[in-house]
């Protein structure tokens, strides 16, 4: 079981907080370490934390040992305000999302939300007033009030990940974990739930720790990332800080890929080819770079061949001069073949 | 809500519906009794007809008290492992108790063959009847324990299956050993056992029956938040606060005292473990095992008792072993369950 | 004439006539086919038994799966010519000197013929009560020759008896007799078990008789027997009272009860009872449901035959709701359990299958006291 112990007098804010944390499977000589050398870790109440990194880093099992689902193979976690280390009592600090699919038919969505309950509910399962108040809640705020009493095998992914996510509202817990919330879903359902997280942040106090593979929705809602690498080290801090030193260049780098500080986004590592120019103004510039780079262009000062993007009243256009010479272009798609 | 008036109605109807079957076992039977008589039989003090009395005060009451306990219980059983291993298939006899219980029956009726082996057990105070059903209690119980020890190491439920598949097998080796070298008398008596069978458990012997079962109801009642739960699975169960654990150990006792009891008094009787925890589910529409451990006991009682008055053949002078009836009953029940896709595909 | 020559002429005529007479019958021969005497076989209906000159022919009706053959067996002296005219019938050297038996009556039948020390193999050891072969088998000189389910072909063979005799026709079932009568043991069957009356089951003495040379110990003895079971059953059938029997213990809800044509309905009808069953066909048993039988099983005055119990404890141990039967009230329970030794074996069913005028006259004892001169009991013991 995990080792947890009632904070002293908790940090102004600090949920959760972990020293010396070491995270695996096993026990003993024979135990299969995932992260060795981990820095001090904490959840604050009101933070969206995001733990990115590569497949096969142990953002999962990290995940699951702070949640309490796995126990430690060295070092430490407080959380704030435990009474004692009985499962119940963590069962009200601690509320989880995680990949398990749940079947069980005749289960509709208002039975499995009020079963996020059950650390508070009666000896028979029974709920009482101020149960029903907060899986209605929690319904309200996970935006399925309306699927109520759909049984959960009728619901498409993005439905089931919110009624999931209203089932650990309702358990209103201060600390909110998630285990890959948007995998399986399409690109609307991804931004709405991270939508959802993000205002839960702001309008509760929970301190919310997701791991997911979403970096760009990741980068613009996280108040603070938890970078790990695959050798297990990690690296912790504002998103932003971690872009500007390089940090997550360096974490994904890999041969073909590279993680482009400017664009905020990874970019596919092509192999330059012809030299190009390119000046202007606008969201053209950045896109026609883009379209260049992929053509296989490589941009420098001076080039034998010049474009230049210009916005006017019927939308962007585009001028060649140098080797080619075109103008009046109006798409993209007819300067690239301009200048092939 | 516009659910509760329809709710009442299933539940007034289901019960109807018991004491109409309690009253159809109560009047089959090879000895044709008019509902006057039964009636005389059960209420009047002075024996007007002392058979009469007879036959339906000791040999079809006890019987149909028999069928209602073994009902209430199986279905129970049943429902507790379905939640627990969330499959859809299962019985009360998965864990292997009911092969436990048939173990020690052979061992008694089959290889018990030498006198004093029979003379040791007869000396530990058991004999007649109920050195059958003392075997079947220790046969069963050394397998709930044998299971419980493994279930504290196992992380897994699909290992627990397996685990009380290969107890079944064992049994069914060691049984088959002991029949080759067993005479056509033990033989035949023991496949007689298997066939189960509701009357004969009288007296004393209901009233240890009863109490057992009731004390696996009870548990299982009371462990209701606990089923549900576990109907999301170990992690979030864990998750919310719950020993899983001490659920595993709570649910194989309950189970084990349910399956472990009604195999030793009545021998094995399959499919209606299987079988009402699904039509409990369908017609009640709830996952809420506060309100379906009830309803199984409704449903199973029912069923049984029906299937009892089936297995007398009523118009023929002779009936059939209760295991053959829930078969042909149940067989069919579980293949109109296959074929309704939402029921089976949502697991 | 003188008087001396007419004694003469008189001694002559007689002595021609003496000579003529005796020659007559001694030069007679007797052709293969004409039956000349048929053994009395007057109750059983399993087997005849014809006398040839210088050989008996047996005739065996045996029940092989629903086919009803006749086995024909020749009983010859040793070194005697096999007669011809008898296709398909199977010669057995007699008198025999060892012969293995496989069922508790056989056991009976030699003792009963005094020849039981001519037994070398039992089917099973382990319900024996004969003390001669008891005494054979701690011995050795006795062999058990049943294991499991099959015989123990090579023990048999190396034992070399005179005859196997066998419960069941041995043509039937397949190989389980092939590699004996390949091996030229003969086999005989003795279906006594399916004969339907008592005196018709013991009258298979007559065969271990005819087997052994013993005819003229074993047909007078049975005779005798005879003669006295009749005298019984007359005076059974005219008893002034006839009260009422049920018999056996249900088992698991089904109750087993002999069916009117059977030899148990036989005894108590000699015996004068009042059998609720006796007017059903069939000669084996009835499967009856408890509560079918729970009428009269309430009211019988007796309750018979009743099975592994030896006191009213082991009965209600069974089931407690035999207390409430009137035979259990007053005490009426008679087991047949009254001969039985250390080792579980029961005589009832060894020398009770050829005494059945001591088990009717246990019967009439039982259910018509003061009808016959006092006794103790053979058979039958009460239990309390």
New interface residues.
């Given amino acids: 079981m995990v080792t947890v112990t009632a904070a002293p007098r908790a940090q102004q804010g600090t949920l959760l907080a972990a020293h010396g944390l070491q995270t695996g499977y096993g026990a003993g000589s024979s135990a299969i370490v995932v992260a060795r050398e981990l820095p001090a870790l904490e959840l604050k109440a009101g933070r969206l934390v995001c733990l990115l990194g590569p497949n096969g880093s142990g953002k999962s099992t990290l995940l699951r040992t702070l ?3 796995q126990p430690t193979l060295a070092g430490e976690i407080t959380i704030a305000g435990l009474a004692d280390r ?7 600090k ?3 999302v ?1 990949t ?1 699919r ?6 509709t969505v208002y ?2 939300v009020a ?2 309950r ?2 508070y ?1 009666g ?4 709920l009482h007033a101020a149960d029903k108040a907060k899986v209605g809640w929690a319904l309200q705020t996970a935006d399925v009030e309306a699927l109520k009493d759909k ?3 009728t619901l498409s992914d993005g439905q089931y990940q919110k009624v999931m996510l209203a089932r650990a509202l309702a ?1 209103d817990t201060p600390v909110l974990m998630l285990d890959e919330p948007t995998a399986h879903l399409d690109l609307p359902s991804r931004i709405r739930l991270m939508r959802l997280l993000h205002g839960l942040s702001r309008d509760t106090d929970k301190a919310i720790l997701l791991s997911t593979h979403e970096l760009d929705l990741a980068l613009q809602i996280a108040d603070e990332v938890w970078l790990l690498q695959s050798g297990g080290q990690l690296r912790q801090g504002t998103p932003e800080d971690l872009v500007l030193n390089g940090t997550f260049e360096a974490a994904f780098a890999e041969e073909d890929v590279v993680f482009d500080k400017e664009a905020g986004t990874f970019l596919l590592h092509l192999a330059p080819g012809k030299p190009i120019g390119l000046s202007g103004e606008g969201t053209a510039l950045f896109w026609t770079e883009r379209a260049l780079r992929r053509a296989g262009f490589k941009l420098t000062a001076d080039a034998p061949l010049q474009v230049r993007v210009r916005s006017g009243p019927g939308g962007p256009a585009w001028e060649v001069a140098g080797d080619v010479v075109a103008t009046g272009v109006d798409s993209i798609e007819k300067l690239l073949l301009a200048i092939r | 809500m516009k659910e509760r008036p329809i709710k009442r109605l299933r539940l007034g109807g289901l019960l109807l519906l018991l004491v109409l079957a309690f009253l159809l076992d109560l009047s089959t039977g090879s000895v044709h009794i008019p509902l006057k008589g039964i009636a005389g039989a059960l209420f009047s003090r002075s024996a007007a007809n002392p058979a009469w009395h007879f036959i339906i005060a000791g040999i079809r009451l006890p019987k149909a008290c028999t069928a209602i306990l073994a009902g209430c219980g199986l279905s129970v059983g049943g429902l507790q492992m379905q939640t627990l291993f969330r499959n859809p298939l299962a019985d009360p006899s998965i864990l292997g108790i009911t092969a436990g219980a048939s173990l020690g029956v052979a061992a008694v009726m089959l290889a018990g063959g030498s006198v004093a082996a029979l003379y040791a057990i007869g000396a530990m105070g058991m004999s007649g009847s109920w050195l059958i059903i003392g075997a079947a209690c220790i046969g069963a119980g050394a397998v709930m324990l044998l299971v419980l020890a493994l279930a504290r190491r196992l992380q897994d439920n699909v290992m627990m299956l397996i685990l009380g598949i290969m107890i079944g097998s064992l049994t069914l080796a060691l049984i088959s050993i002991w029949q080759y070298f067993s005479n056509p008398e033990e033989v035949k008596d023991f496949l007689l056992w298997t066939f189960g069978s509701l009357g004969g458990v009288t007296g004393g012997q209901l009233t240890i029956l009863a109490a057992v079962v009731l004390a696996g109801l009870a548990i299982a009642f009371l462990s209701s938040k606990m089923l549900d739960a576990l109907l999301l699975g170990e992690n979030y169960a864990r998750s919310m606060g719950l020993s899983v654990g001490t659920a595993r150990s709570v649910i194989i006792c309950s189970t084990s005292l349910l399956a472990g009891g009604i195999t030793a008094f009545c021998g094995p009787i399959g499919f209606v473990g299987i079988a009402v925890p699904h039509i409990a589910r369908f017609l009640f529409n709830t996952a809420s095992h506060r309100r379906l451990i009830p309803a199984c006991c409704l449903i199973g009682a029912t069923l049984l008792l029906l299937c009892d008055a089936l297995a007398q053949l009523p118009g023929t002078q002779s009936a059939l072993p209760i295991n053959i009836i829930t078969s042909l009953v149940g067989a069919p029940l579980v293949v109109a369950l296959l074929l309704r896709q939402t029921t089976i595909h949502a697991w | 004439m003188t008087c001396h020559a007419l004694r003469r002429q008189i001694l002559l005529l007689s002595s021609a006539l003496l000579l003529f007479a005796c020659g007559g019958s001694g030069g007679q021969h007797v052709a293969a086919d004409s039956p000349a005497a048929t053994a009395e076989v007057r109750y059983a209906k399993g087997f005849t038994i014809v006398d040839h000159a210088g050989y008996k022919e047996v005739k065996i009706a045996s029940h092989a799966a629903g086919s009803r053959d006749t086995l024909e067996y020749l009983l010859l002296p040793a070194g005697a010519a096999v007669p011809g005219g008898h296709p398909g019938a199977r010669v057995i050297r007699v008198p025999v000197k060892s012969m293995v038996v496989t069922g508790s009556p056989q056991i009976a039948e030699a003792a009963f013929a005094g020849v039981a020390g001519r037994i070398v193999g039992v089917g099973s050891g382990q319900y024996v009560f004969d003390s001669l072969v008891r005494e054979g088998l701690r011995t050795g000189r006795v062999r058990q020759v049943e294991a499991e389910d099959d015989l123990n072909n090579e023990l048999l063979i190396s034992l070399r008896p005179d005859v196997v005799i066998t419960m069941t026709n041995p043509d039937a079932g397949g190989s389980r007799y092939r590699t004996l009568l390949q091996a030229g043991i003969p086999v005989l069957p003795d279906a006594d078990w399916l004969e339907t009356t008592p005196l018709g089951k013991a009258e298979w003495v007559k065969l271990i008789g005819a087997l052994t040379g013993r005819e003229d110990i074993v047909n007078p003895k049975f005779d005798s027997i005879a003669a006295a079971y009749q005298r019984l059953a007359s005076i059974g059938r005219s008893a002034p009272q006839r009260p009422s029997v049920i018999l056996e213990m249900p088992f698991k809800g089904t109750w087993y009860l002999p069916a009117g044509g059977s030899f148990m309905a036989a005894f108590l009808r000699d015996a004068g009872a009042d059998y609720h069953w006796a007017g059903t066909k069939g000669e084996g048993s009835l499967a009856l449901e408890f509560e079918a039988v729970a009428p009269e099983a309430l009211k019988a005055d007796y309750w018979l035959d009743i099975g592994a119990v030896d006191s009213k404890k082991e009965i209600l141990a069974r089931d407690p709701r035999f207390a409430a039967f009137h035979a259990f009230r007053t005490g009426a329970l008679f087991n047949y359990n009254r001969r039985v030794n250390d080792a579980g074996s029961n005589d009832y069913w060894e020398s009770g299958v050829v005494n059945p005028q001591l088990v009717l006259g246990d019967l009439i004892r039982i259910l018509h006291p003061g009808l016959l001169p006092p006794d103790t009991l053979v058979y039958y013991k009460q239990l309390k």
């Fill in positions: 949640a309490g689902l009985s499962p119940s009592a963590l069962a009200k601690i509320s989880l995680l398990d749940v079947r069980g038919n005749h289960l039975t499995l079963l996020g059950y650390p509910s000896w028979l399962g029974s049984p959960i095998h358990q």
